[in-house]
């Protein structure tokens, strides 16, 4: 019963030129039967949910929209709770997923249609009607090259069949007959846009913008001609002209493609404050959508979450995927960005449950949890990435250095040596191979495999892990030299700039080119914490320590809620004398992080001379949250010492100087503490180590000198 019904529905469906509309009138003597049917059905088995189906697709086909949803929800919860077969359950969802598809598209909501379509044909692959929905949908979405390489399949199997004819024509289009269509109806629009379609897939740009500044303006100004303008300006490397023809129209229509069009354009022309933002809106402007699989293995966003929106913003790539993957993978590299960990879980998790069984929804999962430091959780879920698909190289490079975060060499080696019998030779597992021999300890054999993958890629990535590796050999020299000539190749990079910003930092010829490359990276990701506190701490070794201050000051007015930036002008202030100021910032970041450590020990440090009492409060709270920190125990006994309780003080500096024998403070203060106290010889000995110290922090070493000057004699 139910297949006739649903029969009845797709047979006399049509499907109209551009594949916006769907044509559900069916004959009232038709329904009327179908009605009863239905009806007798729910009455005899009413926990059936091929019943259910049956009256989704009834109601669908009366326009009774609501009645139909809630039919496909009666069917949905009856096949997740009734006790079925596997191969019952996954005719069902077949069934269930084509309805839900036809509900949408009758709602005009296409990119949605296409996600049910995609779905159904998880559970039946070869269903004609579903392959010929799908690619309707993204026909209706402008999807073209995604719709043409559905119905190029289609064609090769059904050729006979007339709407797949139909739709082979429609998208594989011959100039002259267009031209002679165009030419004969002046009013019809989709073999215009046809047309420019064809230009555009054979590259021909300039001739697609001649034919379209001949097109009445009625019709230019029609969404998808904005959007092929849009794109056809982008590819002429105009983005200029995308800036002006977009920039009116999104105040009227933020669809996402004309925002992520915009925010592309915006990038390119160096205005990334304006494409953040309008990324950010293309974003929330678009449902969760499942970008193609393969077109997702190609990017590297589980390599470099982080960086990646940065890059995809400043690069051309973005301009090539933005359709494809405005949500999904784009979405979780966002929330990574954001350091919005959860939610970029939640996306993970939402991907593995759309796609369960693909090796790719295991790696975006495990590569959250990698970057989480949830190495266990990671590891299991890249082995069941490789359980599914043992040719699936990204999984196997994850896995790869999750064992060597963990120290399992053994099982790293294992798996490499498997990789590099099975895969073509790769940059990526020479890199491995190149940190896994440092790790080991073998550094010449390190240094080998990373000239191995430089010779095999000119490209950014062995670059970056030399200039590393040069680091962690402390070879600084040789790293800034590198890191130059790969700026010169690579200026924009996020990464890179980072890198050779935080080397110039440690030069002090450089300080004024620190301050260049941080200013320039401030301008590409205006919101990163990190950022900032590098060019503030620029200007401050330069000796501008008002300009330092201010860079803090005027990010915190955008964004207030950055607790390391506000610790870091807070210690600015502290360092200028500026106590009370001080004060201000640590009590604001306690408003809204009262268990926050370091404000609560950096109070108890700024009142100790002021108001001894409050600041053994302030450190007693410290010490709750952190007992095995140093600093934080070395303020605690140096309040209690100041509330004229040198024996309890002891033990807290004792404490200290035993889980960091290099904070010169605590010890300075053992020293006093032991010398009021008579015993003048560890006072003495305390001192010298105190002097001794490597720590650049120690404010009171010109005291300590003159101290055990006086005491020695």
Sequence with gaps: MKKIIMSLVLSLTTLIANASVIDNEIKKGQIDEANKIVESEIAKSPNEPATWLAYATLMLAK??????????????????????????????????????????????????????????????????DNQIWLSC????????????????????????????????????????????????QPDLITPKLALINLYVNKGQFTLAKKFM????????????????????????KQPQEVVKKLNPIIQTNEDYRLLSSLSVAQALLGNFNEASVLFEKSLKAKEYKMPDLAQS???????????????????????????????????????????QMADARHEARNWLQLYPRQAFSYDVLGSVDKAEGDYHGAENAFQSAIKLNETYLPARLHLIEVFIKQRKYAEARKLLLDTSKKFKPDSKIFLLWSKLEEFEGNRDAAKKWLEKAATIEQSLEPGLEFVSFYLRQDRPKLALLLAEN??????????????????????????????????????????????????????QLSGHPEKAMSVLEQHLHKYPQQVEVQRQLARLYIHNRNFDKAKLVFERILKTHPDDYISLNNLASLYIELDPKKSLSFAKQAYEHAPDNASVCDTLGWAYYKNHQPHVALNYLLKANKLDHNLADATYHLALVYREQGQKQAAVDFLKQALASR??????????NTLLKNWSM
């Design 486 to 539: 790969l700026a010169k190749m690579h200026g924009n990079d996020i990464r890179l700039l980072n890198l050779l910003g935080g080397l110039y930092l440690e030069n002090e010829q450089k300080y004024p080119q620190a301050i260049d490359i941080f200013e320039k990276l401030v301008q590409f990701v205006p919101d990163s914490p990190g950022v900032v506190q590098n060019l503030s701490k620029s200007h």
């Design 213 to 236: 500044e001949k097109l009445p303006i009625n019709q230019l100004s029609q969404f998808p001609f904005v959007l092929l303008s849009s794109q056809i300006s982008m590819s002429l």
């Design 695 to 704: 720590d650049t922090q120690f404010s009171a070493r010109a005291q300590a």
């Design 63 to 128: 326009n009774e929209s609501q009645k139909s949803w809630a039919g496909l929800s009666q069917a949905r919860k009856l096949i997740q709770t009734t006790d079925l077969t596997s191969d019952k359950i996954s005719k069902l969802e077949a069934e269930y997923y084509q309805i839900e598809g036809a509900w949408y598209f009758q709602k005009k909501s296409f990119d949605k249609a296409a996600q049910s379509f995609k779905q159904s044909l998880k559970f039946d692959a070869n269903n004609l």
């Design 297 to 339: 293995a190609t990017l590297s966003m589980s390599q470099h979450p982080v960086a990646y929106i940065d890059q995809l913003l400043a690069n051309g790539e973005y301009q090539t995927q933005a359709n494809s993957m405005s949500s999904g993978l784009v979405k979780i590299a966002y929330y990574f960005k954001k350091n």
């Design 137 to 184: 949908a993204w026909l209706a979405e402008h999807r073209l090259s995604e719709a043409t390489s559905l119905i190029n399949t289609m064609y090769l199997a059904s050729s006979k069949n007339e709407t797949v004819n139909f739709l082979y024509k429609i998208t594989h289009p011959v100039e002259k007959e267009l031209k002679q269509v165009i030419s004969a």
